[in-house]
Antibody, heavy 124, light 110 residues
Framework: QVKLVQSGAEVKKPGASVKVSCKAS????????FAWVRQAPGRGLEYMGW????????SYEEKFRGRLTLTTDTSTNLAYMELRSLTSDDTAVYYC?????????????????WGQGTLVTVSS | QSALTQPASVSGSPGQSITISCTGT?????????VSWYQQHPGEVPKLIIF???NRPSGVSSRFSGSKSGNTASLTISGLQAEDEADYYC??????????FGGGTKVTVL
């Protein structure tokens, strides 16, 4: 069974950093890229960035550049999202998502498998 | 970039068809046909229901169909059922090689 299991909820103070992990199972980890998407309470989905498993390339949405780092560990089938300099606006559920591969796909435009989400609360 | 524009809510009776629009700019769609749609029930994770404008992943009901004309993409749900009540999000692959989501549409089955 293909699934992504994320680490548990976090509570952080403003200015701190958070690192969320995402464990993949049920498929060949290096065959698919990963993206991270967040959803603030009662709000819509917001794309954060993407990491290529084979290339190690990353691409970050402009608003997160400089404080977001996406990494993977192919030996343990883990993907990580680290966000620094947190503010209350970063309070959200953070999702890892597998990039859906299909013919003609640019490799990171659609997401077919999602983690269960990790709630990150930023509060003083 | 601002989110793609979707209506906040759409409603319909069981058996009817409804259409959700998703509007953006030339840059938002990048001249590509890389538009996806996601369904999200309350408290659940998003589910991919349409990719590449009009293709359905395996296992997704044929009642869901997608199209695109210019800078407006659309999702049509035919034969509306109670289980279709959810939030729906469009997304596009932009000219900047990033993904942009719509603001979401709440579908209510009357």
């Amino acid at each position: 069974q293909v699934k992504l299991v994320q680490s548990g909820a976090e509570v952080k103070k403003p200015g701190a950093s958070v690192k969320v992990s995402c464990k993949a199972s049920g498929y060949t980890f290096t065959n698919y890229n990963f993206a991270w998407v967040r959803q603030a309470p009662g709000r819509g989905l917001e794309y954060m960035g993407w990491i290529g498993l084979n290339s190690g390339d990353t691409s970050y949405e402009e608003k997160f550049r400089g404080r977001l780092t996406l990494t993977t560990d192919t030996s343990t089938n883990l993907a990580y999202m680290e966000l620094r300099s947190l503010t209350s606006d970063d309070t959200a559920v953070y999702y890892c998502a597998r990039c859906f591969y299909y013919e003609n796909s640019p490799g990171d435009d659609a997401f077919d498998i999602w983690g269960q989400g990790t709630l990150v609360t930023v509060s003083s | 970039q601002s989110a793609l524009t979707q209506p906040a809510s759409v409603s319909g009776s069981p058996g009817q068809s409804i259409t959700i629009s998703c509007t953006g700019t030339n840059s938002d769609f990048g001249g590509y046909n890389f538009v996806s749609w996601y369904q999200q029930h309350p408290g659940e994770v998003p589910k991919l229901i349409i990719f590449e404008v009009s293709n359905r992943p395996s296992g997704v009901s044929s009642r869901f169909s997608g199209s695109k004309s210019g800078n407006t993409a659309s999702l049509t749900i035919s034969g509306l059922q109670a289980e279709d009540e959810a939030d729906y999000y469009c997304s596009s692959y932009t000219i900047f090689s990033t993904v942009l989501f719509g603001g979401g549409t709440k579908v209510t089955v009357l």
